[in-house]
Structure formats: structure tokens, C-alpha cells
């Protein structure tokens, strides 16, 4: 049974930082797509982070700068390094992985497997 394992979430001070994992379990990773996304309350979910097999990385504009995705698949993890946070980053973030690494990495439906997420709350 695939299984994907969100933590690092917590409440931080706006210009802090969070680190959050994604462990994955129930296959092998090292050839998927991992993504992360976010959900704000009353709002749609939207992607934030993802990176290929191959290294490559993706953000979304909002985060681009302040955000880094990064990946050991010997351990099967994913991190997303948040720096310099800020109120509107407050959020569910889930972690997500795609069988096939040369999907659309900004497309919720080409994704798999999601986890259930970790809050992050960021206070101003």
C-alpha cells in the first residue's frame, strides 16, 4: 500500500522558516514526479513545489525564492525548505507523487497518490 507521510508543519512567526517531509512508502519513488501543494481555507488547492527524477524543480511564482524542494530517494523522502514565510503562506500542505516524472507537474489531476497533509500557520 503506497503511503505518503507529511510532518514539519507548525505555527511560525511571519519571516520564519519550516522544513517539511514527505515520507513515502509502498514503492519506489526515485522515478516519480513529487510534488507539494497547499489548501487555505475557502480556497482551491494549489501547487506550490515539484521536482523529477532527474533533479529538475518547479515553483510556483508566489514561493519562487523563498521555498526549496529537494528529494533523497535512498530514503524515499522529499523536503520543502520554507524561508522568509508570510501570513499568506498559511496552509494545509500535502505532499504528492506521480507514477510517471514527465507529467504536468502543476496539475493536481497527475498526481497518484497524495498524503494528508501538515498545517502550516504563519502569524504576522
Known amino acids: 500500500q503506497v503511503q505518503l507521510v507529511e510532518s514539519g508543519g507548525g505555527l511560525v512567526q511571519a519571516g520564519g522558516s519550516l522544513r517539511l517531509s514527505c515520507a513515502a512508502s509502498?514503492?519506489?519513488?526515485?522515478?516519480?514526479?513529487m510534488g507539494w501543494f497547499r489548501q487555505a481555507p475557502g480556497k482551491d488547492r494549489e501547487f506550490v513545489s515539484a521536482?523529477?527524477?532527474?533533479?529538475?524543480?518547479y515553483y510556483a511564482d508566489s514561493v519562487k525564492g523563498r521555498f526549496t524542494i529537494s528529494r533523497d530517494n535512498a530514503k524515499n523522502m522529499v523536503y520543502l525548505q520554507m524561508n522568509s514565510l508570510k501570513p499568506e503562506d498559511t496552509a494545509r500542505y500535502y505532499c504528492?507523487?506521480?507514477?510517471?516524472?514527465?507529467?504536468?507537474?502543476?496539475?493536481?489531476?497527475?498526481?497518484?497518490?497524495w498524503g494528508q497533509g501538515t498545517q502550516v500557520t504563519v502569524s504576522s
Open positions: 504528492a507523487a506521480a507514477r510517471n516524472s514527465y507529467r504536468d507537474y502543476e496539475k493536481e489531476n497527475q498526481y497518484d497518490y
Open positions: 509502498g514503492r519506489t519513488f526515485s522515478s516519480s514526479l
Open positions: 521536482i523529477r527524477w532527474s533533479g529538475s524543480t
